[in-house]
T-cell receptor
Framework: QKEVEQDPGPLSVPEGAIVSLNCTYS??????FMWYRQYSRKGPELLMY????GNKEDGRFTAQVDKSSKYISLFIRDSQPSDSATYLC??????????FGAGTRLTVKP | SQTIHQWPATLVQPVGSPLSLECTVE??????LYWYRQAAGRGLQLLFY??????ISSEVPQNLSASRPQDRQFILSSKKLLLSDSGFYLC?????????????FGDGTRLSIL
């Protein structure tokens, strides 16, 4: 079993839809949870950073962490074609030991 | 604000040739620095990390090495490239003080070995 599981997609939605991206993990020691957005031929860009369980909202993006279920989610409201990218989840328990999901490729169609 | 630079953006090298990829960070002091390799559909694999000048930790045995000659400079090297070294190489930094900090990435180098 991989330490972090993420459905690679691809996921295709119409413009304006609500997008739900998810990751599951097996290591209960993870305390910090991140979502990155990666455009083609670019490096990952940090979108959301949360500590422990709970919700965090930033504009159209909401990150949720459920440590009891070892499950994290990223919701994108009113999705736009510019949201088309690969989304990577990541988690860690210290600075130097981050684990990444394989990434979900999202396409938002106009 | 902090910025991270990687170069070159793309590189094509013959098998057996040497390699040097450079990464520099601006706008911060004493960052933690990281080299990753990203394979298609397989996420990011940590290769090396550094918490200070001359301090390098290797995560996987391989044909590559890393050095940190200055506080905000991180170099990935190889003496003789293999076909299996092809990939997308990413440099990242995080704050080195004050507990866990998220990592921030450069735009990567796409390396093709012929």
């Amino acid at each position: 079993q991989k330490e972090v599981e993420q459905d690679p997609g691809p996921l295709s939605v119409p413009e304006g839809a609500i997008v739900s991206l998810n990751c599951t993990y097996s290591n209960s020691a993870f305390q910090y949870f991140m979502w990155y957005r990666q455009y083609s031929r670019k490096g990952p860009e940090l979108l959301m950073y949360t500590y422990s369980s709970g919700n965090k909202e930033d504009g159209r993006f909401t990150a949720q962490v459920d440590k009891s279920s070892k499950y994290i989610s990223l919701f994108i409201r009113d999705s736009q074609p510019s949201d088309s990218a690969t989304y990577l989840c990541a988690m860690s328990y210290n600075n130097n030991d981050m684990r990444f999901g394989a990434g979900t490729r999202l396409t938002v169609k106009p | 604000s902090q910025t991270i630079h990687q170069w070159p953006a793309t590189l094509v090298q013959p098998v057996g040739s040497p390699l040097s990829l450079e990464c520099t960070v601006e706008g911060t002091s004493n960052p933690n620095l990281y080299w990753y390799r990203q394979a298609a559909g397989r996420g990011l694999q940590l290769l090396f990390y550094s918490v200070g000048i001359g301090q390098i930790s290797s995560e996987v045995p391989q044909n590559l090495s890393a050095s940190r000659p200055q506080d905000r400079q991180f170099i990935l090297s190889s003496k003789k490239l293999l076909l299996s070294d092809s990939g997308f190489y990413l440099c990242a930094w995080s704050g080195g003080v004050g507990g866990n900090q998220p990592q921030h990435f450069g735009d990567g180098t796409r390396l093709s070995i012929l």
